[in-house]
C-alpha cells in the first residue's frame, strides 16, 4: 500500500511548526511529508526591524530548513493553485518548471503580504517590510539617503532625504519606526555637517492609539517614548498620495519625504484565492479544528486562515500572530496525525501569553503573561522571548552574538548595494514568489 502523502505549503511559523512536529508525532513510513517553500529558510519576521537597523545580520533570523528538518522533502518553489477535488497543488518550481503534487493531506499555510490600498504613488514609491530582503534593502535605502542628503547642496533634496514616514502603528510599524529612528539619529554623528534639527521621522496611523493589542497605557508609554526621540506621531491620519519626493497626508499636510515605509495591514497571500471555499477578510474560513468544511484532509492555519478564537467568543477569528501561528502548528500536527490513524481531532484554544515590542536600544514595551513592563526590563523580556522562539541553537548562537557585537562594537553603516527597485517598491510585497534561478 502506498505511504499517504503530506504536502505542506509555506515555511513560515505555521508551516515550519507543523513540518517539525509531524516529523516527531508520524513514524517513519507512516506518512511521506513534502514542504513547498520558495526560500530555503524559515523566516523570524517579528525581529525584522532589526535586521533592518543593522543590530541584527539577516541569516541570524533565517533558519535553514535542511538543518532543522530531517525527513521532509523540501520542494523549492511556490504554489500556484490548490485543486480540492482533485487533491493537487501545483507548483512553480524556482527554475520555472511547474510541476503537480498529489497529496492525502494538505497543510495550506502561505501565510500573508502587504496589504496595499489604492493610494496614488504607493506601489511606486512605498517601501515595505514583510520580507528579508525587504528589510536589507531598507537598510541600504535609509544609509543611502543620508549619504545623498550629505552630498547634496539643495536645502529641497536634504530635507527630502533625511525625512522618512511608517504607515502603520502596530508592531510591525512601531518596531520599525523606533528602531530605523535610532539608526538615523546614531549615523547624524558620522555625517557631521548634516544639521540633525532636519531629520524628520513622522509616525501614522488611522487608528486613534498605537499597539491597540497591547491596551491603552502600553500604547502611550511606546508613544510618549517615540515623541521623546523625535518621532513625530499622528493619529487618524494617513498618507493620500506619495510622489518620489514627498508625502501628501490625509490632514492636507505635504512632508518632504523619500522614504515611505507601508506596514499598514496585511491580507492572504494569492494562492489563497485559488481555492473554490469560502474565506473571510480573504482568510481560509476553517473549524476550530482547523479543517476545511467539505475537505476534512485539508487543513489551514497562520496567517492565511480565519481560525475561530475559542477563547474570545463571539465569533472571533485568531488576529494574524506569530503566536497563534505557532501554536496553530502544534494543533494542526496533531489533527494531521488524528486524520490518518483515524482518530478524532483537537480544536484550538489558545491561551494568550502577551505581546513584546521592541522599542530600539534599551527600550521596549511588554506584556507577558498580563504583567505590564517597560523599559529596560521589558526590552529584557523582549529579548529573552525572542531568544527562546527563534528557531534552532545556532539562529539562537548567532542572535545572541550579534546583540553582544552590536552592543560593544556599534552600526558599521555599511550599503551593502541592494539598491535595485525591484525588491524595493512596495509592488513588491503583493508578491511572494520566487524569482527564477
Ligand atoms: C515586521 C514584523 C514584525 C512582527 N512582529 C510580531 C510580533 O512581535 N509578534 C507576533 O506574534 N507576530 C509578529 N509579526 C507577525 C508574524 O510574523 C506573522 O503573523 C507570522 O509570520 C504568520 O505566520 P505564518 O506561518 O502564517 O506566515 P509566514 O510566517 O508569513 O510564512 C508563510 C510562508 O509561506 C511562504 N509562501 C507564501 N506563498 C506561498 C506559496 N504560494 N507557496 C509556498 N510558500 C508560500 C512565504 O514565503 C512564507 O515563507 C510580525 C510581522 C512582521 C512583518
Known sequence: MAVPHVVIVGAGFAGYGTARRLERTLRPGEAAISLVAPSGYTLYQPLLPEVASGTLDPRSIAGPLHRLLDRTRLVPGTAAGVDLRERAVTVDKIDGERTT???????????????????????????????????????????????LAAATHDPRERAARMGFIVVGGGYSGVETAANLQLLTAKALRRFAWLDPAMLSWTLLDVAPRLLPELGERLGDVAMRTLRRRGVDV??????DRLA???????????LPCRTAIWTAGVKPAPVVATLDAPTEKGRLVVGADLRLAGFPEVIALG????????AKGGGSVCP????????????????????????????YRHRDLGMVVDLGGTQAVA????????????QAVTRGYHLSTVPGFRAKARVLGDWGLHAVAGDDLIRLGFLDPRTGAAVDLDHTVATPV
Not at 121 to 147: F, P, S, T, W
Not at 303 to 310: E, H
Not at 320 to 347: E, F, S
Open 303 to 310: 496567517d492565511a486562515a480565519a481560525v475561530p478564537d475559542l
Open 234 to 239: 499622528r493619529l487618524g491620519v494617513s498618507i
Open 244 to 254: 518620489a519626493d514627498s508625502a501628501t497626508l490625509t490632514d492636507g499636510r505635504t
Open 367 to 378: 506584556r507577558p503573561l498580563g504583567m505590564s513592563l517597560t523599559g529596560p526590563l521589558a
Open 320 to 347: 494574524p500572530t506569530a503566536q497563534h501561528a505557532t501554536r496553530q502548528a502544534r494543533v494542526a500536527a496533531a489533527n494531521v496525525a488524528a486524520g490518518l490513524r483515524g482518530h478524532q481531532p483537537r480544536l
Open 101 to 147: 503534487l498529489r497529496y492525502d493531506r494538505l497543510v495550506l499555510c502561505p501565510g500573508s503580504v502587504t496589504r496595499t490600498f489604492d493610494i496614488p504613488g504607493l506601489k511606486e514609491y512605498g517601501h515595505g517590510m514583510k520580507n528579508l530582503a525587504e528589510a536589507v534593502y531598507l537598510r541600504d535605502h535609509v544609509i543611502a539617503q543620508l549619504e
